[in-house]
């Protein structure tokens, strides 16, 4: 009988440490608006902060075109390896010549550590737009360089905590 018990017992740790574990990110969306007096129009802002609370650290950037369903490795190409003018991403890593600005959807990255936040604070005058929320790419780095093969220096992410967008 005692057996048992403990059998249950166990079990029933185990559902409520399942249930009770935190997913590796969370993505919260704050949304507020007002009244802008001195442009005479109605503002939307909306915060998407993501809190990564993983052991391992992941990437995310701006896609030049709407994500939809397409896989990782199609993002990860999109940014990296398609052509954007005269360079793609990659060449312009490799290239020392090269003075990196941030460009949204050409060389803007952000390395999210281990219980880390980062926030996209983007500024709309559409409230039921989703332009940049269609955009935004949440990868994990490790997955980044392995398609890549190259491991990506701290220089080329940006540094701060949060980048503020207008639409």
Not at 47 to 64: A, D, G, P, Q
Not at 80 to 109: A, C, L, Q
Not at 112 to 135: C, L, M, V
Request: proline share 1%; charged share 20%; glycine share 2%.
């Amino acid at each position: 009988m005692k057996t048992v018990i403990y059998i249950f017992l166990s079990g029933f740790m185990f559902c409520n440490l399942e249930l009770n574990a935190q997913s590796p990110l969370q993505i919260d969306i704050v949304s507020y608006n007002y009244f802008n007096g001195i442009t005479g129009h109605k503002q939307t802002i909306d915060n998407y902060k993501i809190t990564n609370n993983s052991n391992e650290e992941y990437l995310t950037w701006l896609s030049l075109v709407p994500v939809n369903n397409k896989s990782n490795i199609e993002l990860i190409r999109d940014f990296f390896k398609v052509r954007k003018g005269d360079f793609n991403y990659v060449e312009i890593m490799y290239d020392e010549f090269v003075n990196m600005s941030i460009d949204i959807g050409y060389t803007f990255i952000r390395k999210i550590s281990s219980s880390e936040t980062f926030s996209y604070i983007i500024a709309k005058t559409n409230s039921n737009s989703t332009f940049y929320q269609d955009r935004i790419v949440v990868i994990k780095k490790n997955e980044v360089e392995q398609c890549l093969k190259l491991c990506i220096e701290e220089r080329y992410f940006f540094q701060l905590s949060s980048i503020f967008l207008t639409e």
